[in-house]
């Protein structure tokens, strides 16, 4: 009963970090100069774009998010330390408690008036805190799902979906819970995308709160059920 919660929990897990990830996108996108910070593709095809079109305040926006990203995923990997072969590692736990603290201080400085150079402070936070969300899903290696990068797991969903067509006698079977996480990490990112931008007409940023909330609770439920003595 135990690993059957573990598992849901993990698999939650990852499916409302996508919803984190959809709303950090969008913020970015809407409220910090049309920048992405959770997807890095698209922010090197803005780059591409800027450096074409001689666009030089979008090409800087897109180099301080690209390097928050990697700044992120440096420091999970710091945080990491060796390999550990256990469900949840518990560096998942400490890298999820150091990017609540980056959201939390991105929410905080958006309460307040803030300087150009603090706008740009504002975008390494969000793209800081997704390079570690980006470090620690990869541990937890689910699914192939990173939580901000989806263009894999949409490749993948459909790769599910010919494989059905072309061998007709596997619609009879269940779909498999990789393919339904797939699905819901995609549906929970254009959800969070979705809140955020409707939230935006009312408040650009006020919705950084819920990404907090979930990764409390993801850190939270970690620590008290001690998933990492999980194999």
Same mark, same amino acid.
């Given at each position: +009963? !135990?690993?059957? /919660?573990?598992?849901? #929990?993990?698999?939650?897990?990852?499916?409302?970090?996508?919803l984190s990830a959809g709303?950090?996108?969008?913020?970015?996108y809407l409220s910090l100069g049309h920048v992405f910070t959770a997807n890095m593709t698209g922010n090197i095809v803005l780059l591409g774009i800027a450096a074409g079109s001689s666009l030089q305040l979008t090409a800087l926006h897109?180099? /301080?998010?690209?390097?928050?990203?990697?700044?992120?995923?440096?420091?999970?990997?710091? $945080?990491?330390?060796?390999?550990?072969?256990?469900?949840?590692?518990?560096?998942? /736990?400490?890298?999820?408690? $150091?990017?609540? +603290?980056?959201?939390?201080? #991105?929410?905080? +400085? !958006?309460?307040?008036?803030?300087t150009q150079g603090a706008y740009f402070m504002l975008i390494i936070l969000l793209s800081m805190a997704m390079g570690m969300q980006t470090a620690a899903a990869r541990k937890l290696n689910v699914a192939g799902i990173s939580t901000t990068v989806l263009t894999n797991t949409l490749a993948n969903l459909f790769e599910d979906v010919a494989q059905r067509i072309s061998h007709r006698e596997k619609w009879k079977a269940p779909i498999q819970l990789?393919?339904?996480?797939? $699905?819901?990490?995609?549906? #929970?990112?254009?959800?969070?995308?979705?809140?955020?931008a409707y939230t935006d007409g009312y408040d650009p940023f006020i919705i950084i709160w819920l990404p907090i909330i979930i990764l409390g609770v993801i850190v939270m439920t970690a620590l008290l059920k001690h998933f990492h003595q999980l194999k």
């Open positions: +009963m !135990t690993s059957m /919660t573990a598992h849901t #929990f993990r698999n939650s897990a990852l499916i409302f970090l996508c709303i950090v996108d969008v913020i970015g897109s180099i /301080t998010a690209l390097s928050g990203f990697v700044l992120g995923i440096l420091l999970a990997v710091v $945080i990491g330390g060796k390999h550990e072969k256990t469900f949840w590692p518990k560096a998942v /736990t400490r890298i999820f408690m $150091i990017e609540v +603290m980056i959201l939390l201080l #991105f929410a905080l +400085m !958006t309460i307040f008036p803030y990789v393919s339904l996480m797939r $699905i819901g990490s995609i549906a #929970f990112y254009c959800l969070g995308a979705a809140i955020a």
